[in-house]
């Protein structure tokens, strides 16, 4: 997730076993890459930053035929909630992150969102592939 205000990113970690299964109960992690600083820097969220950035408590963890779905929702969007899917393909993990994007679930791929002071959200876009293989965007306004 990038934003408006600096190079800085919120990123969400899935914690995965060497069989791609989920780590743990509540196996997505948040945290910020520091890109203003340098390409390794991280930090943990600020409590004041939870409301736009955190993940609700609740991460529901289960088998599916393919692999594995994590579902988790964003704090400031518990209404809209993402499933990230894990599967071992060619031998390496895959995961990747579902939400409705307009009428259909497609592939989430990046989230921008633009900030102003001190702690506003202006609008999120969401940019994703749908079922038909198209970039799908939508633009959410608080």
């Not at 780590?23 to 409301?51: A, C, D, I, N």
């Not at 988790?72 to 409705?100: E, H, M, N, Y």
Request: proline letters at 6%; aromatic letters at 8%; one cysteine or more.
């Amino acid at each position: 997730m990038s934003r408006s205000e600096n190079r800085n990113q919120v990123h969400y970690a899935l914690s995965l076993d060497e069989a791609c299964r989920p780590v743990g109960t509540r196996p997505v992690h948040v945290y910020w890459r520091m890109l203003e600083r340098g390409p390794s820097e991280v930090e943990e969220l600020l409590g004041v930053e939870q409301p736009v950035y955190g993940l609700e408590d609740s991460q529901t963890v289960e088998a599916t035929a393919e692999g594995w779905r994590v579902r988790v929702s964003l704090k400031a969007f518990p209404s809209r909630p993402i499933d990230i899917t894990t599967a071992r393909v060619d031998g390496k993990c895959q995961v990747q992150a579902w939400t409705k994007l307009g009428n259909s679930v497609s592939r989430l791929e990046h989230v921008f969102v633009k900030t102003s002071w001190p702690f506003t959200v202006d609008f999120v876009r969401l940019d994703g592939v749908g079922p038909d293989g198209q970039p799908v965007h939508e633009l959410i306004r608080q």
